[in-house]
């Protein structure tokens, strides 16, 4: 799922979303996009491209309170302040920084904030780009973007969520980058091929997907990737209980 297949509609969100966390040293960026279009890819592609001196934090939920997610961002730069834990998923990093008692941490808001202010001196910003965050209410989104104000430009958040719900309530305190075209019919086969080829598929199953069926399928999926993939693991499943073998093409 991570492997990224460039076309015009994310091309110009990953070209949108670095510009727009520079221009906003006071709020919080919104990437909207519904379910499956590929907002989490579109965030390792901005990951990718964030180069020291600066710090990327990337979460992959964000079902958690203000002072959570604070205390969270805080520990995670400690981490990498001592070069400790880098190959502990973000999970179990997340588990380590709660599970600390509440008396037995400072203030998580003012904790990070120090330590913002710490790396701004050094000229290091922060960029914390927050997925799946359809679960973060506006009175969250609302502190984060207080939370950026008091670091005077040393952080920089991005929030991905599909809650097309609250969307209206959150662009009076963000600014919207909005990653919502599906795949056209020619997007839909360039992409299959080029997944096919990356996962090395074998004959059997490319063999099943004629200009017909690939209509049909872009048709059915509605131009989603994640609808794709699950169709095209179906078909493979099936291929697999008549017997047919994968064989990787030459």
Not at 3 to 15: D, G, K, N
Not at 81 to 110: P, T
Not at 227 to 238: G, P, V, W
């Amino acid at each position: 799922p991570a492997f990224y297949v460039p076309r015009p509609a994310s091309e110009r969100a990953v070209a949108a979303l670095p510009a727009a966390l520079e221009r906003q040293t006071e709020r919080v960026v919104l990437l909207y996009g519904p379910p499956g279009i590929g907002k989490s890819v579109v965030l390792d592609q901005v990951a990718l491209a964030i180069r020291p001196p600066a710090v990327c934090l990337r979460i992959d939920h964000a079902g958690l309170s203000l002072d959570d997610l604070c205390a969270w961002f805080a520990r995670e730069l400690e981490t990498q302040a001592i070069d400790a834990g880098r190959h502990r998923s973000w999970s179990e990093r997340m588990r380590d920084a709660l599970s600390r008692k509440h008396s037995e941490r400072r203030d998580a808001r003012s904790d990070l904030i120090q330590q913002i202010e710490h790396l701004r001196r050094i000229d290091a910003r922060v960029f914390a780009l927050i997925d799946e965050a359809d679960e973060m209410g506006a009175a969250t989104l609302q502190g984060l973007s207080e939370v950026v104000q008091r670091c005077t430009g040393g952080l920089r958040i991005c929030v991905a969520t599909s809650n097309d719900h609250e969307l209206a309530a959150f662009e009076a305190t963000t600014e919207v980058i909005r990653y919502v075209d599906p795949l056209s019919e020619t997007e839909t086969r360039e992409y299959i091929d080029s997944r096919f080829q990356r996962a090395h598929v074998g004959a059997a199953l490319r063999s099943r997907l004629d200009p017909k069926r690939l209509q049909r399928l872009h048709r059915f999926s509605g131009g989603n990737p994640r609808r794709l993939h699950a169709e095209l693991s179906l078909i493979r499943i099936e291929l697999g209980a008549h017997g047919a073998v994968e064989t990787p093409l030459p």
